[in-house]
């Protein structure tokens, strides 16, 4: 099948031009070209894509450099040989000093397939090692934003924790259905909002804990789409290609129903006046080839999640920035721009990747690849919900932060506990040492100063063997330090949490080792 190759000529001879397109015809191109000139003329045609640039050298109104040079200046990466029938020695290698890729003569025409053949497979191997490049610089430029943004959002979390907590104290103290309690109900709901985007901010940062198990795609993608739909809206034709025999991946199904949910509403959005959405689940095999052209990819063997719409679709400067946290193309107050940040996030610390390929006007398509489970699909836990319950056994609570440490002392002693808190690990300890046979459980900070939380509980664990514990934290990195430092795997609640999530841990710890 015929090699389609687009070629500007730069030429005074029309029969010249004639015999160089035949040439690269009978050696299998199909050749679609334009022959010119002048500088107008090339200026004009530059102004369209090309495979490949021939140039006489010496023309009556027309240098040969000088077309190197205005094709140069347009920023144009595209292969530019000589072919002339007088260029001497030195002005060829002259002319390769100046950007030219090779010189012919006319008289030995031999040489043009194999030349034109040659610089185009290096120019493809430029593009090729460009794409890298700018890959990587995009990769790092990621890293650095998310090491930002996952600083800013766990000094957040510490703030926003403090109001959740004080606004709970305020909403148990009031009087049940009076106005003051539901001003407090009030604030704990904005808090609940500023909360869910630090949590956006550090799925980009990779800082989210994950409850990983071996998960089935397939059922998750059906149940998420069935909620979806109605948001979706009818005028966009929802259709699912689940692959059966699809392998079980290794995630926390809570995040990848947000990186659905996430890529589905952003699909949604490209499409206004309605459209098609497809997801497709597949197993795939990555390798070495697609990770030339991919810097983020790692060989092997994934499920490849597609979601794919008929939307309006992207250009290049839009698909550089996608995502980047706040990025967005929308009006003010019609998102937040952190909805693809978020996806990229928990892609990543899923040690999976994501790709987008989009055309404007006809749609875009985003696959991620996450990695494989090893073994029957988990049942997730679910999350218990009911009224507080409380108890009378003693607590030692752990915390630096003043208003985090008051705000959980305050609701632990509204539901009855016997509560002794410490502002860091040392303090931790040595009223453990005075407390010893009152404590019945300890919650502790990880990151504190003077001594750490894990560090904290093994000197009160020497002195009492099996002293349940409950570690909390801002982010991820932090969580290796409990297995770490405790040798034993721990319950670790994310800041910032709330007052009945704190209460059902804590009593599941107490009931558990009663």
């Known amino acids: 099948m015929p090699i389609p ?10 029969d010249d031009a004639a015999l160089q397109v035949r040439l690269l015809a009978q050696a299998g191109y199909d050749v679609f070209h334009e022959r010119v000139d002048s500088p107008e003329g090339l200026a004009q045609a530059l102004e369209r894509p090309w495979d490949i640039v021939i140039s006489d050298y010496s023309m009556p109104h027309f240098r040969g450099t000088d077309a190197l040079t205005i094709t140069r200046q347009k920023g144009l990466d595209v292969p530019f040989i000589f072919v002339s029938g007088t260029i001497g020695e030195d002005s060829a290698v002259a002319a390769l000093k100046i950007g030219a890729q090779d010189y012919l003569m006319k008289s030995n025409l031999g040489r043009l397939v194999p030349s034109v053949e040659r610089e185009l497979r290096e120019s493809e191997e430029r593009r090729q090692r460009k794409r890298l490049e700018e890959q990587v610089h995009q990769l790092q430029r990621f890293e650095a934003i998310g090491r930002l943004a996952g600083g800013v959002a766990h000094d957040f979390n510490n703030v926003i924790g403090a109001i959740m907590g004080w606004a709970d104290v305020g909403v148990r103290a009031a009087e049940q259905g009076s106005d003051l309690q539901d001003k407090f109900l009030k604030i704990r709901s904005q808090a609940d909002r500023a909360s869910g985007l630090t949590r956006q901010l550090l799925a980009f940062a990779r800082r989210q804990m994950l409850q990983t198990c071996n998960t089935n795609l397939n059922e998750l993608a059906k149940e998420e789409i069935s909620l979806l739909r109605n948001v979706i809206g009818e005028r966009i ?57 991919h810097a983020y990819a790692v060989p092997g063997r994934y499920v490849l999640l597609k979601v794919l719409d008929s939307g309006t679709g992207m250009d290049a400067e839009t698909l550089a920035h996608i995502f980047e946290p706040f990025f967005t193309t929308k009006e003010i107050g ?27 006007g006809q749609g875009t398509a985003f696959r991620v690849y996450l990695p494989l489970g090893n073994g029957p699909a988990d049942q997730p836990e679910r999350p218990m919900i009911g009224a507080l319950r409380g108890g009378t056994e003693g607590i030692l609570i752990a915390e630096d932060n003043d208003d985090l440490r008051e705000a959980a002392q305050e609701i632990l002693v509204s539901l009855g506990y016997k509560v002794i808190a410490a502002k860091d690990g040392e303090e931790a300890v040595r009223a453990f040492e005075h407390h010893v046979n009152e404590i019945h459980l300890v919650f502790l900070d990880v990151v504190m100063p003077k001594l750490n939380g894990p560090d904290a509980y093994l000197k009160m664990a020497a002195l009492r063997p099996g002293m349940p514990v409950i570690f909390t934290t801002g982010y991820a990195t932090e969580i290796n330090l409990v297995p770490i430092r405790t040798r034993q795997t721990s319950v670790v609640l994310q800041k910032p949490y709330g007052s009945h999530y704190l209460a059902q841990k804590l009593r599941e710890k107490l009931d558990k080792k009663n």
């Open 334 to 360: 019609r998102g937040t721009g952190l909805g693809l940040a978020t996806v990229y996030g928990i892609v990543k610390q899923h040690k999976g990747f994501i790709d987008v390929d989009s055309t404007l």
């Open 5 to 14: 190759l687009r070629v500007l000529f730069i030429e005074d001879s029309e």
């Open 237 to 293: 034709d929802i259709q699912m290609n689940l692959a059966g025999d699809l392998s079980i991946i290794w995630a926390d199904p809570g995040q990848i129903e947000q990186v659905l949910m996430n890529l589905c509403l952003n699909a949604r959005d490209a499409m206004p006046d309605g459209g098609r959405l497809l997801i497709e689940t597949k197993n795939v095999e990555v390798g070495e080839d697609y990770q030339r052209t």
